[in-house]
């Protein structure tokens, strides 16, 4: 009797504890993360990327003012706050746009200086440095993967694309148009998001040459982050290009998906904004999309017409779930989301700028895991 008293309360204690974890799994949200005390006012982070739950970058830039063109800004995550990292050697005013990683102890951040110039940081596991960016190339971006380092930039005018060889910067053949992301999955199978004159465009290198794929027929629209997650899995977001429309002219979000023969696109649970940000879970399937300025359609006849949109969608292979960004004190909602996945876990950050009081604008980190 007692033997039977005692299964039936460690079954009934389980399944508690099952259910707590259920209950949990479904309440967490995202939590917004303070940036370090001493980052000035006027600052915003353009991107961020993690190697694990004690190890991440985040770039950006502080001081901005209205005849100030601010300071390059270094975060890192130790794993309990993020710190600034000083860079002795940047004695220039300016930003840092981008970071990518291929391991712990490489990474590389571009910059842009107050005279327009590139400017590119190298990371040895111990310190940044300077180093010479590529002759003639405005860089925009750096990205990563696959044990390959990619530019993405403009050489007078026209689109230019560097992969980084071991020793030096080394031109790429580019698709026609606009080149806006990349995914790296080896040195011959490349992703590219971007667009045409007239439409969205997603490209694959092969190594030797792209092939271009139309994803969204449509004047203005454009995608700008792509996911392979396999040869008959790819995805990719952006804006659709809407022309006219409600006061203010919002423009949906595009949100395309690659079957191995066929994109279509993907209905997702908001109706106005753009899509800045896919990124992976924890087994390199799709797990979330960021759409800043998230908006949608309120019920019939309310006032306003349109209301506030998720502003994060996880996705559970089946459909989407809608997330709204924290409210934070004293700031308003963010205008520019990154997403930067924890390899390996159901951690994502979140960084980017969010609006400020009096027209000001503020750093944002986000978690979420």
Known sequence: MARRLLVAVLAAAMTLVAVMSAAAAETRSWEHVPVPAEVRPQAG?????AFGQDRAWAVGTDAVGRDAPGFPLLLRWDGGSWQRQGLPEVRWQGELLSVAATSPTSAWAVGRDSAGGTRLLRFDGDSWNERRPPRGVDVTQAVAGGGETWLIGTRDGAQA???WDGRGWRDVPVPPGAVYG???LSADDVWAAGSTESAAAVSHWDGKAWQQTIVYGFPRSAVGSVLAVSPTEVWAGGTAGFIGGPAGKPIPPLLVRFDGKTWSRVTIPTDFGGITSLAPDASGGLGWVAVAR??????????PPI???????????ESFTGYSEPEVAGEGKS????L????GTATVWSVGRAA???GTFAPRILRFG
């Open 45 to 49: 982070l353009n991107q961020a990327v």
């Open 161 to 163: 694309l560097l992969r």
């Open 182 to 184: 990349l995914h790296i």
């Open 294 to 303: 998230s908006q949608k359609w309120g019920p019939p006849g309310s006032y």
């Open 307 to 317: 209301v506030p949109g998720p502003d994060f969608l996880a996705w559970n292979g």
């Open 335 to 338: 205008s520019v989301m990154r």
């Open 340 to 343: 930067a996945p924890v390899p």
């Open 356 to 358: 400020g009081p009096e």
